[in-house]
Structure formats: structure tokens, C-alpha cells
């Protein structure tokens, strides 16, 4: 499968406006910060700082086209040829916000908790990769695809939000 850098871009784009705007009409949410172009969160994989009652909660934002497969895919590659790791390894990231851009469907799941489950059972998993062209080169994206009603089963704390 190949994706290019601009569909890529506007589904990232999509969800990030669409939970920023549902997070805004929460009643606990005093600010929502989005960091994405900072790089001393881009580091950490982490887009949005979450200010509520509670304190920061900190935000990673998967946004996602392929709702009908039923599966979530955690990238383990975000470059291949470069080898480097991917974000559902290295985020540190409260939770990660996993949304399917067509159908409006949030998946919600805590981190650091999500990732340990993965890494102990990932290889049960499908893996699948795709390209995405970059000039006249392209980069390879890795990860597994992990079905929904697995992680919903097996990973304590996810939470579904209809937007």
C-alpha cells in the first residue's frame, strides 16, 4: 500500500481539529495546547497538552482512514530505511487518541500501559508496511495490525468516545 505525504498530512490535520474542538467542549478542559510543531514535544511524540481540573494530561493523536478493517495499526517503524523506531514505541504520551477520521470514532488508550501489553504480544499480530514517496524517494512505515475488539478486550482503561 502507498499513502502519499499529503494524504498522510490531511488525515493528521482532520483529527487533530476534531478532537482539539471535542476536548474544547468537555466541561473539565480549561485549555488545550497543541504542541505539534514544537520540537521539544516532537521528540516525545506528544501533540496536545490537555489542561483540565486534574492538571496536563499529554496527548498523542493517531489519526486513521481504514475503520473497516476492525484494526488498529502500532507502528513499530515510523522509517525504515533510516531505523526509525515508531511512535506507539517512544511516545510518552499520556494517552494515545487513536481516530478514525470517517466515521468519527475515538479510541482512547492509556499509555504507557497500552505499549507494554503490545510488546509482550505483538507477534500474534499481522505485520504490514507501507510506502510513502518523498521527492523521488519514498520511506517505509511498519507496524502490526492489532484488532479493536482484542485491545478492547485485553488492555484495562480504553475508553470509546462517539464525536
Not at 41 to 50: A, K, M, S, Y
Given at each position: 500500500?502507498?499513502?502519499?505525504?499529503?494524504?498522510?498530512?490531511?488525515?493528521?490535520?482532520?483529527?487533530?481539529?476534531?478532537?482539539?474542538?471535542?476536548?474544547?467542549?468537555?466541561?473539565?478542559?480549561?485549555?488545550?495546547?497543541?504542541?505539534?510543531?514544537?520540537?521539544?514535544?516532537?521528540?516525545?511524540?506528544?501533540?496536545?497538552?490537555?489542561?483540565?481540573?486534574?492538571?496536563?494530561?499529554?496527548?498523542?493523536?493517531?489519526?486513521?482512514?481504514?475503520?473497516?478493517?476492525?484494526?488498529?495499526?502500532?507502528?513499530?517503524?515510523?522509517?525504515?530505511?533510516?531505523?526509525?523506531?515508531?511512535?506507539?514505541?517512544?511516545?510518552?504520551?499520556?494517552w494515545?487518541?487513536?481516530?478514525f477520521?470517517?466515521?468519527?470514532?475515538?479510541?482512547?488508550?492509556?499509555?504507557?500501559?497500552?505499549?507494554?501489553w503490545?510488546?509482550?504480544?505483538?507477534?500474534?499480530?499481522?505485520?504490514?508496511?507501507?510506502?510513502?514517496?518523498v521527492?523521488?524517494?519514498?520511506?517505509?512505515?511498519?507496524?502490526?495490525?492489532?484488532?479493536?475488539a482484542?485491545?478492547?478486550?485485553?488492555?484495562?482503561?480504553?475508553?470509546?468516545?462517539?464525536?
Amino acid at each position: 500500500m502507498t499513502y502519499t505525504m499529503h494524504d498522510a498530512l490531511e488525515v493528521a490535520k482532520l483529527a487533530t481539529a476534531d478532537i482539539e474542538a471535542w476536548l474544547r467542549s468537555q466541561l473539565e478542559t480549561i485549555d488545550i495546547v497543541n504542541v505539534e510543531d514544537d520540537p521539544q514535544f516532537q521528540c516525545r511524540d506528544i501533540d496536545l497538552i490537555w489542561k483540565t481540573h486534574n492538571g496536563e494530561t499529554l496527548i498523542e493523536i493517531k489519526g486513521d482512514r481504514w475503520n473497516k478493517t476492525r484494526n488498529l495499526f502500532f507502528e513499530t517503524h515510523s522509517n525504515l530505511e533510516k531505523g526509525t523506531p515508531g511512535c506507539f514505541l517512544y511516545t510518552e504520551a499520556d494517552w494515545l487518541f487513536y481516530y478514525f477520521v470517517n466515521t468519527r470514532q475515538l479510541y482512547k488508550l492509556p499509555m504507557p500501559k497500552t505499549r507494554e501489553w503490545f510488546l509482550i504480544t505483538m507477534r500474534r499480530f499481522q505485520e504490514r508496511s507501507t510506502k510513502t514517496p518523498v521527492g523521488s524517494n519514498y520511506y517505509t512505515t511498519v507496524g502490526r495490525l492489532v484488532p479493536i475488539a482484542v485491545v478492547m478486550l485485553e488492555v484495562p482503561g480504553v475508553k470509546i468516545e462517539q464525536l
